[in-house]
């Protein structure tokens, strides 16, 4: 192994092994090799600034010879014959704007909405002081029995807007069920835990339905009686076909990150899993994203629903974005590995295209010494879970991952988004972005560029 490194990968993997802590990637550690620091950094012409490149005003960016070679410019191919759509390299360099941003102020106190003092206790001991703008807008008309629509990004505060008004109306209707579906396990469990930090001492019983996951506890869960039901579409349809779920005295649905839903093609196993379901019923929808295929989809299965937007902008604004230019392919991990090592950087999750390119990036990254867990397609939900668990624990502080891996992940205080690899849309990589410049910090997001 050793002798096929380059020199600079071999000196690489020297220089972290005998750092102790992390030096700054302008190239001032004297242990990075020089030929791998951005002295352009200090090129006051900054012609040849690879990274921390400013947005070009009015300029050209080199479009990817990828870009270029494809038809009209709009699509450029991924890995595995999969399709990428062109994202014009300006669109992954951006300021946070945060700082700058007014505080909202909400209309609402916790305390204003008719929810059991229970809820409100919960609420407390979770350490919420006010509504964050989703909850706001939300609770007030879902407490009216309206099905909504809610347009918000990832870390908003979506599940307390549907789960504190849900739990209510369980609280005061013996007879309601609920039945939340989520594109992902780990947006299902992630859900499941905050709906039973809300739903403590209410006697309310929960079910996770999610792939990958004991079928024999799942169905010991169902026959207990949970009246808050959360799953995935196809372990949901699996309980179905077995009959260990009914859905007939379901009152109250929710499906959260619908456009992804969508995306990963969940269709079909929404609308058999609908029609399963009472026509009486309270429904609400959120997604990042709303065009006229999610609203007519929308309209199949909600009955006259209020829009409530509370997205700003079409990035994070949280998040101070730039790109990482290559020429090379075989540049990049070096790249890569000075901006890990670079002076500020927290918790990190890296994304890469496939799972096989997740495992050989994860694997290089703990060659070169690096703190790394993967999670994909391939793993079992176990180990998807202890990886998000070791990053929550500190034990690791990057987590290499696809983009259906990484949806629901909700660890508060990622510093860094890396985009190794492009996002295949624009939405993806709002979504991947969104992992960090959570809870009013501001995040770092860095996208690889070919040039
Ligand atoms: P979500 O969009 O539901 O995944 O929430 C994102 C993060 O914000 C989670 O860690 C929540 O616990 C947290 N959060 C949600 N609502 C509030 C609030 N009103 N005050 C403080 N933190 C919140």
Redesign the pocket.
């Known amino acids: 192994m050793q002798s096929s490194q380059s020199p600079a990968r071999a000196d690489r993997r020297g220089a972290r092994s005998s750092s102790a802590g992390v030096s700054a990637i302008t190239g001032s550690s004297s242990r990075a090799p020089a030929s791998r620091s951005f002295r352009s950094n200090n090129n006051e012409a900054g012609e040849n600034r690879r990274f921390g490149r400013p947005a070009p005003r009015g300029g050209r960016v080199s479009l990817p010879s990828d870009a270029r070679r494809s038809d009209g410019r709009e699509v450029i191919s991924g890995r595995n014959g999969r399709v990428k759509q062109f994202i014009d390299p300006k669109r992954f360099v951006q300021e946070a704007t945060i700082a700058e941003k007014a505080e909202y102020i909400p209309q609402h106190d916790?305390s204003d909405f008719a929810v059991h003092p229970r809820i409100l206790e919960n609420?407390r001991a979770?350490?919420?002081?006010?509504?964050?703008p989703?909850?706001d807008k939300t609770i007030p008309l879902v407490l009216e029995g309206r099905d909504v629509v809610g347009i918000?990004?990832?870390?908003?505060?979506?599940?307390?807007?549907f789960s504190l008004p849900m739990i209510n109306d369980l609280i005061r209707n013996m007879e309601h069920r609920c039945l939340i579906m989520a594109p992902t396990r780990e947006l299902a469990q992630?859900?499941q835990e905050?709906i039973l930090a809300f739903s403590k001492n209410t006697g309310i019983r929960t079910a996770l339905l999610i792939g990958g996951a004991s079928m024999n506890i799942q169905v010991r869960d169902l026959k207990r009686s949970p009246r808050i039901i959360i799953g995935t579409p196809g372990r949901i349809k699996d309980h179905l076909q077995q009959k260990t779920l009914s859905l007939s005295t379901i009152s109250f649905a929710v499906l959260d990150e619908f456009d992804r839903m969508l995306d990963m093609g969940f269709i079909r196993d929404i609308t058999s899993i609908f029609a399963l379901m009472p026509k009486q019923r309270q429904t609400l929808f959120f997604s990042a994203t709303v065009d006229d295929k999610i609203e007519s989809q929308i309209r199949n299965f909600a009955r006259d629903p209020v829009t409530v937007s509370v997205k700003e902008g079409v990035t994070a604004d949280s998040v101070k974005q730039d790109v990482v230019f290559f020429r090379q392919k075989e540049e990049k991990i070096d790249l890569l590995h000075d901006l890990l090592i670079s002076d500020g950087r927290g918790k990190t999750i890296i994304f890469d295209d496939t799972k096989r390119l997740v495992e050989k990036l994860g694997r290089e990254l703990v060659a070169r010494g690096f703190r790394v867990d993967q999670i994909h397609g391939n793993k079992s939900q176990a180990q998807r879970s202890r990886a998000i668990k070791r990053l929550k624990t500190n034990e690791i502080d990057i987590l290499v991952a696809t983009d259906v891996a990484a949806r629901?992940i909700?660890v508060?205080d990622i510093s860094h988004v890396i985009n190794y690899s492009q996002p295949s849309t624009y939405d993806d990589y709002v979504h991947r972005i969104g992992r960090t410049g959570?809870?009013g910090k501001t995040g770092r997001a860095f996208t690889f560029v070919q040039k």
């Open positions: 916790f609420i979770k350490g919420y002081e006010k509504p964050s989703i909850q918000a990004n990832t870390g908003t505060g979506k599940t307390a807007a992630q859900i905050e629901g909700d508060s959570r809870a």
